[in-house]
């Protein structure tokens, strides 16, 4: 985020009004431990005038409504987030839903008028009597930040976000120097783990070097490999301890089954006694007393370092699912698909993971299956559409 805010072209002032912390939803509202409620609510809403929530495609209907009840009458809030990314894994395409009619630009009149008058450009020809009151609150960033649209990756994420099967495998079969296409070999039983161990050579050196932890994390952060599915020889469990005996076959692990310097997890359930969230990323390395700790940034950009055994549910992140992905940025990316057709390989699925790629990113998978995924779309209806737009 600081980054981020560094590269605009704003004054130091209005830079300085700009915060960088950051904090969950979870955090926000004040999770109460084991239970589902939270501390904020309607009748002890949040002390703020305005709130910007990213990423708002991960966010549910259940929260998403717990949410707007513990907003101030006076405050402000904006929602950002990427309409055509995987809907959130519970209940529910809040964004999809909130945005679904963006498309096309109109406005009620009396609105054209008023922004006509704002904005000095003549917008009453997208004046529409039938135009929902929510066309108001709606804005279509266009511009990618991440990556150029004109780049591989842009075209790719292009195309399978409107579903052109034929563009994908043009795109993955070009010479585009930020794509690359793996297809499996005849009769690939298992995923090439030594070759996606690759990307992590930077990391294993920085660990070797034993560099401060904000560095340390900074290059763990560079790549990442995500997969589709969970179970199977494809899937992220069995990633995580292939490359977990990899890295002990050369030398990087001294043990794969015991905590060790290096060793890289992702909490899967919330701990709000010590402060941490489901996806928050943890890296293991020594502290000054060589004690090893679990490492783990906090909103304010400093770090926490936890004695490995007040972790309870976690699980090794060297790869990671699409679904946990999601937020997240990497400058190279592999995507792993199963070699059997799955339900949850959709062009939703594979937008998102084509999208967390900055630098580079690779496709594993043949081209039967990226033709089958990229046609397939997720359905859901949550009656959010009618009471919105209809």
């Not at 929510?134 to 994420?157: E, Q, V």
């Not at 920085?206 to 997969?227: C, G, H, M, P, W």
């Not at 700790?293 to 304010?300: C, G, K, S, T």
């Amino acid at each position: 985020m600081s980054k981020a805010k560094a590269g605009l072209p704003l004054s130091d002032e209005v830079k300085l009004a700009i915060p960088e912390q950051a904090s969950t939803l979870h955090r926000l509202l004040g999770s109460d431990f084991g239970r589902s409620r939270f501390k904020h609510n309607k009748a002890n809403p949040l002390h703020l005038d305005v709130l910007l929530v990213d990423e708002v495609s991960m966010v549910d209907l259940p929260m998403m409504a717990k949410l707007i009840d513990a907003m101030p009458p006076q405050a402000r809030l904006i929602l950002l987030g990427d309409k055509d990314q995987l809907a959130s894994v519970e209940a529910g395409s809040v964004l999809g839903d909130l945005s679904y009619g963006i498309e096309e630009v109109y406005f009620q009149p009396e609105w054209a008028e008023r922004l006509s008058r704002l904005t000095g450009e003549n917008l009453a020809p997208f004046g529409n009597a039938s135009a929902p009151p929510i066309s108001r609150a709606l804005t279509l960033l266009r511009t990618s930040y991440r990556f150029d649209a004109n780049s591989g990756i842009g075209y790719l994420a292009k195309a399978m976000n409107a579903g052109d099967s034929q563009a994908v495998l043009r795109c993955l079969q070009s010479n585009n120097t930020d794509v690359e296409w793996r297809t499996p070999e005849e009769g690939q039983t298992k995923a090439d783990i030594a070759t996606l161990a690759k990307g992590y050579d930077d990391y294993w050196e920085a660990v070797r070097q034993n560099l401060d932890i904000a560095k340390l994390y900074e290059v763990f952060s560079r790549y990442q490999i995500l997969t589709a599915v969970r179970q199977g020889e494809f899937g992220v469990e069995k990633v995580n301890a292939q490359l977990e005996q990899y890295f002990y076959q050369r030398g990087r692990v001294k043990d794969p089954h015991v905590w060790y310097p290096g060793k890289a997890v992702m909490l899967t359930r919330n701990d709000a006694a010590l402060g941490l969230f489901n996806g928050d990323i943890g890296l293991c390395m020594p502290d000054e007393f060589q004690r090893l700790r679990v490492w783990f940034m906090q909103p304010d950009g400093c770090f926490t370092g936890l004695l490995p055994s007040r972790l309870s549910e976690f699980e090794v992140v060297f790869a990671m699912t699409v679904h946990k992905s999601q937020g997240s940025e990497f400058d190279h990316v592999a995507l792993l698909l199963p070699i059997t057709p799955s339900p949850v390989l959709t062009k939703e699925l594979l937008y998102t993971g084509i999208t967390r790629a900055k630098r580079s990113f690779a496709l594993w998978g043949s081209s039967g299956l990226i033709r089958s995924a990229t046609s397939a779309r997720i359905e859901r209806y949550s009656g959010l559409i009618d009471e919105l737009w209809h």
